[in-house]
């Protein structure tokens, strides 16, 4: 069975560090890992999404890295800024099929 | 190009109610899928749907929960004589093909049904 893990839980940083948000998984057979916002009382925003036989993904300020191997994804985000305070959720997929599994999520709080 | 719409954002039942939650999918979608958060918790996988077919339910509550996506209008999750416990952000997302060729799924902002 699956399980996703996200550490930290949660993360207070002062605005401009860059920083690093971690997920592992137990399962090395996945079709896709995503990352996600989510601000309060929000619905999910896509952040990345990197296919099993990719290595990393950018988007802006933002790194996706995936090691399918050793089963764990991080997510940089570089020269943090308070906009970025939100919750931050990993999820994986076995196959094509939209069937998600989250990570609990970090919360991230950048401090002006 | 509208995101995927949920209505009602937030809606409040007595227990023993129902609750029906809708989701029109993002255009050109014909796949949705229905997660679950509960608080303090992670979001869970309930149902994949198709236009008129239910594809995986592995994730609904045996009893009380369905869901439908008809060949006209929303998709609908229906929650019978609700409990305390059924309180929860639910989430509708949507997919041009079965998972699209990346499988990237685009969420909605939820439905938050509050059980009193």
């Known amino acids: 069975k699956q399980e996703v893990t996200q550490i930290p839980a949660a993360l207070s940083v002062p605005e401009g560090e860059n920083l690093v948000l971690n997920c592992s998984f137990t399962?090395?057979?996945?079709?896709?890992l995503q990352w996600f916002r989510q601000d309060p009382g929000k619905g999910l925003t896509s952040l990345l999404l990197i296919q099993s036989s990719q290595r990393e993904q950018t988007s802006g300020r933002l790194n996706a890295s995936l090691d399918k191997s050793s089963g764990r994804s991080t997510l940089y985000i570089a020269a943090s800024q308070p906009g970025d305070s939100a919750t931050y959720l990993c999820?994986?997929?076995?196959?094509?099929?939209?069937?998600?599994?989250f990570g609990q999520g970090t919360t991230l709080q950048v401090k002006p | 190009n509208a995101g995927v719409m949920q209505n009602p954002r937030h809606l409040v039942r007595r227990r023993g109610q129902e609750a029906r939650l809708r989701c029109s999918p993002m255009?050109?979608?014909?796949?949705v899928y229905w997660y679950r958060q509960l608080p303090e918790e992670g979001l869970k996988f309930m149902v994949y749907?198709?236009?008129?077919?239910?594809?995986?339910e592995s994730g609904m509550p045996k009893e009380r929960f369905s869901a439908e996506f008809p060949k006209e209008g929303p998709s609908i999750l229906r929650i019978q004589q609700v409990v305390r416990g059924d309180s929860a952000a639910y989430f509708c997302?949507?997919?041009?093909?079965?998972?699209?060729?990346?499988?990237?799924?685009?969420f909605g902002e939820g439905s938050r049904l509050t059980v009193l």
């Open positions: 999820a994986v997929t076995r196959g094509n099929t939209g069937k998600l599994i």
């Open positions: 255009k050109g979608h014909s796949h």
């Open positions: 399962d090395s057979a996945i079709y896709n």
């Open positions: 997302a949507s997919s041009p093909l079965q998972g699209a060729p990346t499988g990237e799924l685009f």
């Open positions: 749907l198709q236009k008129e077919n239910i594809i995986d």
